[in-house]
């Protein structure tokens, strides 16, 4: 009893609240502009593509594939001999025409000037009938005579008719012949433009994308021997996801420009929205961007990850992920003390050193407040918490 009544007395046990230490970012309400990630590939609406113009063997080929050639280039050879025999052979019918159009003019001449002839010897023929009738009439004349008279009348009626037929049928004989004629001269044009296409020259200053033969190579008619591409008409083509689509349109018809950017180390490409698709499906439209700059770097058929810049937002502040929780919501300190807010979650948003942030904004957040950027997984409204001071 002595021992328990001089025991000492413990203190009471006080139990005190934890106190969670965050990192904390004051609030500044800017104007950002939310930033799409997206993935596009360079293409050109403009691929030139050379083909043979018939049969022929590859003589030279003087470029390689990736090379950049300046207008009026040589770049590829067929064989001429294999395209003079046509030019020759197209040269001769056009020859032969021209030839008999000239005839068929001198033919036109001769039978103008027989007609007269013609027409003497008819009337001669009549008047050796009428005399053999005459003679007959009075018995000095034999029937045989009459009859001879007559056949030659009708001999030189014939030829008159004839040569008065061959006069009025000139028109359509030289209607055909000079149908002939421009048949002919258009296959020797055609021989001609074979002949110079035989020699595949760059129409334009650009890119070799494609080689498809080799020196030696037999190539047929319209077979493709390379492709050019013009690096001032590339572009490139991107696909935007479905929620994003009305706020592109709408920015378009506003007029807004959409921008975007790539950076590759020292080498930066800029973007810009020219065009939507004719066509989309389920899963969005593909977008087709004109490369403001850089385009130099880029080739046909490369994909590029680039960052799209949509129209800005008044009142939105640039976070870490880790201050969101579920889809919309987050934490401010008050006096101590974690509150929560409710956002608006305004998509990502990427400065130009490359760090990707969330973009939000809300109406529970005042200027000057001190969002909890720490993401706890016990984060409940009145948890005691106190701001870690920046190192």
């Known amino acids: 009893m ?12 006080e139990t005190q609240e934890r106190v969670w230490r965050v990192e904390v970012q004051d609030v500044v309400p ?3 502009a939310p930033s799409l990630t997206l993935y596009g590939r360079v293409e050109t609406p403009a691929l030139f593509k050379a083909a043979a113009p018939a049969a022929s063997r590859v003589q030279q080929v003087l470029v390689r ?15 001429a001999r294999d395209f003079l025999p046509r030019l020759e052979q197209a040269q001769a019918e056009v020859a032969e025409f021209e030839a008999q159009l000239r005839s068929e003019h001198i033919r036109q001449e001769s039978d103008l000037s027989a007609l007269e002839y013609e027409r003497k010897l008819l009337e001669l023929a009549t008047q050796s009938v009428e005399r053999a ?30 040569r008065e037929l061959s006069i009025a049928d000139h028109p359509a004989r030289i209607q ?34 494609t080689l498809d033969v080799a020196e030696g190579n037999q190539v047929a008619a319209n077979q493709q021997l390379l492709s050019l591409y013009d690096q001032a008409t590339l572009e490139l083509r991107a696909r935007i996801p479905v929620p ?30 020219v065009r939507l698709a004719g066509e989309a499906d389920p899963s969005g439209i593909d977008a087709l961007f004109a490369i403001e700059q850089g385009g130099a770097w880029l080739r046909s058929g490369q994909i590029v990850q680039f960052t799209l810049r949509l129209q800005p937002r008044a009142g939105a502040l640039a976070v870490p992920y880790s201050v969101l929780y579920g889809e919309d919501r987050a934490y401010k300190l008050v006096q101590g003390r974690m509150q929560g ?26 200027s000057g407040d ?8 016990n984060a409940i409204d009145g948890l005691r918490a106190e701001a870690v001071a920046d190192e």
């Open 133 to 162: 009738q005459r003679l007959q009439s009075k018995q000095l004349g034999s029937d045989s005579e009459l009859d001879q008279a007559r056949q030659a009348l009708a001999r030189q009626a014939l030829s008159l008719s004839s």
């Open 2 to 13: 002595v021992l328990r009544a001089s025991k000492p007395e413990l203190p009471p046990v």
């Open 370 to 377: 001190a969002l909890v950027i720490t993401h706890l997984p």
């Open 30 to 32: 800017q104007t950002l």
């Open 244 to 273: 994003y689509l009305d706020e592109l349109e709408q920015s378009q018809a506003a007029g807004y420009p959409l921008l975007g950017y790539s950076v590759r180390g020292s080498r930066r490409i800029e973007l810009r929205l």
């Open 65 to 79: 594939e990736g090379e950049t050639v300046v207008q009026g280039q040589l770049l590829i050879a067929l064989d």
């Open 176 to 209: 055909v012949l000079e149908a002939r004629l421009d048949k002919a001269k258009a296959g020797l044009a055609q021989a001609e433009l074979n002949l110079e296409r035989s020699q595949v020259k760059a129409p334009y200053a650009g890119r070799i994308a």
């Open 341 to 366: 807010v409710r956002l608006e979650t305004l998509g990502s948003y990427q400065s130009e050193r490359g760090v990707e942030q969330l973009l939000i904004r809300s109406d529970q957040l005042s």
